[in-house]
């Protein structure tokens, strides 16, 4: 299939593009360079430096690529992503994350592409009470990264019903890991989640960290995860074009692995490789006690399972920073 991915070039979607590549299938990058890099996108791809937010350079782009072949699909991955940024900077939020997938939209209209699927959250099911999320759990998010995100979902469901249209949404849990080539991987300055934060910790590219809060209702008093290797994530995509295509259908799926991990489990299986200076501070605004996902949808309609654990995703994240942080 001719598909195209906007955002390939940020850590989740240079993953797709891989596991898109890998399957044999052509591949268009649209990126804006803001959080990804040139370099993480695989050779067979075609770039293009666009915006999903410039109405116009994404017109241009893929009118330009229907002349030598229409896409069967568009996966979008170009959104903000960061919790508390969200908070400080909502509208920035509502302009990139919905407006950037209602331009999308219109342009995947006009050029009569049906096929879309996109990167969600855990975060649209909010201060989840139930211990594991299943798909048709209240929505009720309590962040504008959240709220966006959901805003998308919403939009997408009525523009495919408008335009016989059909998509597949992915709700993300925690994801981390680097791919086992370590050539790509999340690589930022301004990391904010555990993993990453914990192994830097180890390699000593922090001093110390601070678990938020040990007071929580769970055996050890610290959140518990759902955490989901980036490599079998991006393959969920490959699967989920394929089902919409293929099928004529639309879909919106958790990722996840159905398991669950405290925050004090995750300093504890980094310490097993170097050790790691941590505190307890305070709880951080927003976070639920506990967040996994159920994962039967994935299984029952695309055979999806995860096939890495917790140990790969620390160990190939700490392979990879060792690779492009310690030297
Ligand atoms: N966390 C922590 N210290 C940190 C970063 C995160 O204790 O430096 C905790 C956070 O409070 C949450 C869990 O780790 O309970 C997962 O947070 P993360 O930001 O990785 O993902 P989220 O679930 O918020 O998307």
């Not at 044999?24 to 666009?50: C, M, P, Q, W």
């Not at 992915?170 to 981390?176: D, G, I, L, M, Q």
């Not at 996840?256 to 050790?275: L, M, W």
């Not at 994935?298 to 999806?304: M, R, S, T, V």
């Amino acid at each position: 299939m001719k598909v195209c991915v906007i955002g390939g070039a940020g850590y989740i979607g240079s993953h797709a593009v891989l596991e898109l590549v890998n399957d044999g299938h052509e591949v268009v990058v649209i990126d804006n360079l803001s959080t990804g890099t040139r370099d993480a996108v695989d050779e067979k791809a075609r770039f293009y430096l666009g915006d999903i937010t410039n109405e116009k350079q994404l017109f241009d782009i893929f009118s330009e690529e229907t002349l030598l072949g229409r896409f069967d699909a568009v996966m979008h991955f170009a959104a903000k992503i960061v919790v508390p940024e969200s908070v400080s900077h909502p509208l920035e939020y509502y302009h990139n994350n919905v407006e950037g997938v209602r331009i999308m939209l219109k342009t995947m209209v006009q050029h009569g592409i049906k096929n879309v699927i996109f990167s969600s959250t855990a975060a649209v099911y909010g201060d989840v009470k139930k211990d594991i999320c299943t798909e048709d759990d209240e929505l009720k998010p309590i962040n504008p990264y959240g709220e966006s995100k959901l805003a998308s979902e919403r939009l997408i469901h009525w523009v495919a019903q408008a335009y016989d249209m059909n998509y597949c949404i992915f709700r993300y849990f925690n994801v981390a890991g680097a791919h086992e080539s370590l050539k790509i991987g999340l690589k930022r300055d301004n990391l904010t989640h555990i993993i990453p934060i914990t192994v830097q910790t180890a390699l000593k590219i922090r001093s110390s960290m601070v678990i938020f809060g040990d007071d929580y209702p769970t055996p050890d008093g610290t959140c518990i995860r759902d955490y989901i290797h980036v490599a079998d994530l991006a393959f969920a995509h490959v699967l989920g074009m394929k089902y919409i295509v293929n099928e004529n259908k639309s879909a919106t799926i958790n990722l996840g692995s159905s398991t669950g991990y405290s925050v004090k489990q995750v300093i504890d299986e980094v310490s097993q490789y170097f050790p790691v200076n941590y505190s307890i501070g305070p709880r951080r605004e927003g976070d639920p006690a506990k967040l996994i996902a159920s994962s039967e949808r994935a299984k029952n309609l695309l055979g999806w399972t995860v096939k890495r654990t917790l140990k790969d995703i620390i160990k190939t994240d700490l392979d990879f920073r060792i690779k492009h942080e310690t030297r």
